[in-house]
């Protein structure tokens, strides 16, 4: 019973612990619903905060294309402002530019009107002075046709309120003379000369030139060019009125009172005045650059001269500044036609304008404001582009030279002056005798470059051929010299060439032994490579005995055609030798000819 009694303790303890655990497993169960219930309400809990997420990131997207289209709008509206600020910058600019061109139309108007009141009657007065020079012809003034009491009232009303207009006084000096009065006529010459002496002298000349009274018309010239005339400063102006006395429009007499002029001009610029200097030695530069090269038309002399061609080329060239002169001028100088009908007087008519036309100091100084402003009202307010043109004109208009440029200009270049075929000829006259001395020396210095005879080299042979073409030179003698020559040097080549002793016997000998002797004592795998090296050097050393006649018989024919190219070289010099310097001697001769050359082509 005791026994048993523990058994069922044990049992009993068993029992108890099993309910213990099932009891702890129940706890584990409750435990795990409640975990399994809040886990179902955090998953529910994550599941609303995925929806508003989602729904943040909707909403966020949309704000982004808001901010996008947002952007988008105000880049548009940032390019329509600058469009409008551009437009609206150039409209300003635009009204700022028209109403400073209304103001300068205004000024202009303001101006203009000033103008008028103050010089507008001296455009009458040039038009009178223009119309009665203009009809003062020999014919007319004979036959008493022109009537002059109307132009001198109107001249003398004119000249109460502007007794300073030297035209006036000049215009009145005419007038007087047609109609016999001396003493007016004498008085207001007077008072035009004590004015303007230049212009006076100068309106006096042309209008005795169209009444046909020559003479006076030189005795006025005369005066201009001694008195007016600047040779240092010489415009337009003074062009005009070279062509119209070079062309003799204003007679023989001014022709020749200009010409004696521009002999002391020249005269005094040799001298070394203030005008550019007209002498010798200002010419040479520009003869040289018409000077004449030989070419290549004379390449194998070149060739045989070596270094001394340099300096027959240049005595050459140096030859040809008659024959260059004599073309450059008969091509710019042609004889004169005389197709200008007696009755014309461009030039005559063409200074008369220019003499009338000149505005006084005190017409100026407006008269360049009013052409400031007509050029800025017609580029609608562009200051650049009218200051620019102004400036042009003004360039045009104000273009001086010296009496040297001139002479320049009117002879090598006569596309930079305005100037007709008359006046470069007279031009032509004053520098012709320089013309010629500096060819004379230039010619001088292209002796000096000639000597009596001249070294050449041909394939190393050399020789002296004279200069002078008309003696004779021996070209046989020459030929054989040069044949003998390079025979003598071919052969003493060839006989440089002989046996070499260390490759025939050390190479057939030194083989042959190489061969014989060294494979017995060499491994058997070796004797056959060794003989074969042997047997080569013994054919090395062999084939030195046929070297030598195949590379002599190689120079020899080497030679051969050397002594054919130097022959055929020789004879090319001897035939050019005669044409280069017969050549040379014709360009000199030619000074003669342009000693001679008449301009005028008498």
């Not at 223009?130 to 009303?157: D, F, H, I, M, Y």
């Not at 062309?247 to 002029?261: F, T």
Request: charged share 30%; glycine share 6%; aromatic share 6%.
């Amino acid at each position: 019973m005791g026994e048993l009694s523990e058994d069922d303790v044990s049992l009993n303890d068993l029992g108890q612990g099993l309910r213990d655990i099932r009891s702890r497993l129940d706890r584990r169960e409750t435990e795990l619903s409640e975990l399994k219930g809040q886990f179902g309400t955090l998953s529910g809990h994550l599941n609303t905060l995925r929806g508003a997420t989602d729904e943040l990131a909707t909403t966020v997207r949309s704000v982004n294309d808001a901010t996008t289209q947002l952007r988008t709008d105000l880049d548009g509206t940032k390019s329509d402002v600058g469009r409008l600020q551009a437009d609206f910058t150039d409209f300003r600019s635009q009204y700022e530019r028209d109403q400073a061109v209304l103001r300068a139309q205004f000024e202009l108007d303001r101006i203009t009107e000033d103008w008028r009141q103050k010089f507008g009657n001296r455009n009458k007065i040039r038009s009178l002075a223009g119309g009665l020079v203009r009809q003062l012809t020999p014919k007319l003034v004979r036959r008493q046709v022109l009537r002059t009491a109307n132009l001198r009232s109107q001249v003398e009303a004119h000249l109460f309120h502007d007794p300073d207009f030297w035209l006036a006084h000049a215009t009145l000096a005419v007038a007087a003379r047609l109609d016999g009065d001396e003493e007016l006529e004498l008085s207001s010459m007077g008072q035009a000369q004590l004015l303007a002496p230049g212009k006076a002298d100068l309106f006096f000349a042309l209008a005795a030139a169209r009444a046909g009274e020559h003479e006076r018309a030189g005795t006025w010239m005369d005066g201009y060019l001694q008195r007016a005339v600047n040779p240092d400063r010489l415009g337009r102006d003074f062009l005009v009125v070279l062509d119209a006395v070079a062309s003799r429009e204003l007679g023989d007499h001014a022709h020749r009172y200009a010409r004696q002029v521009m002999v002391r001009w020249a005269a005094e610029a040799s001298a070394g005045s203030a005008a550019a200097r007209a002498s010798v030695h200002r010419w040479k530069p520009q003869l040289t650059k018409l000077l004449r090269k030989p070419g290549d038309h004379y390449a194998p002399l070149d060739q045989a001269c070596g270094t001394r061609w340099q300096e027959l080329e240049e005595g050459w060239r140096l030859a040809t500044v008659a024959t260059a002169t004599l073309d450059h001028l008969r091509k710019e100088f042609p004889p004169p036609d005389g197709s200008t009908p007696a009755s014309s007087h461009p030039y005559a008519e063409a200074a008369i304008d220019r003499l009338i036309d000149h505005l006084e100091p005190d017409e100026a100084a407006l008269h360049t404001k009013i052409e400031w402003l007509r050029q800025f009202v017609d580029h609608r307010g562009d200051e650049a582009a009218a200051r620019e043109e102004q400036e042009l004109r003004r360039q045009v208009d104000a273009e001086v030279m010296d009496f040297g440029t001139l002479l320049d200009n009117a002879v090598f270049k006569p596309s930079r002056i305005a100037l007709g075929d008359d006046a470069r000829r007279l031009a032509l006259m004053q520098v012709l005798p320089n013309l010629r001395a500096a060819a004379e020396e230039i010619t001088a210095a292209s002796r000096r470059h000639r000597q009596h005879a001249v070294r050449i080299a041909i394939e190393g042979w050399h020789t002296d051929l004279p200069t002078d073409p008309s003696q004779p030179v021996d070209a046989s003698a020459l030929a054989d010299d040069l044949e003998a020559d390079l025979l003598a040097r071919t052969e003493e080549e060839a006989k440089k060439v002989d046996r070499n002793p260390v490759r025939l016997f050390g190479g057939g000998i030194g083989g042959a032994a190489f061969a014989l002797v060294t494979p017995w004592v060499v491994a058997e795998a070796l004797f056959w490579p060794v003989v074969l090296i042997g047997m080569a050097l013994v054919g090395w050393g062999l084939m030195d005995l046929n070297r030598v006649p195949a590379q002599r018989r190689r120079i020899r024919e080497a030679g051969v055609l050397q002594r054919r190219r130097a022959q055929h070289t020789l004879s090319q010099v001897l035939s050019q030798r005669i044409r280069f310097f017969s050549d040379w001697n014709t360009h000199l001769t030619r000074l003669h000819e342009l000693r001679a050359w008449d301009p005028m082509g008498k």
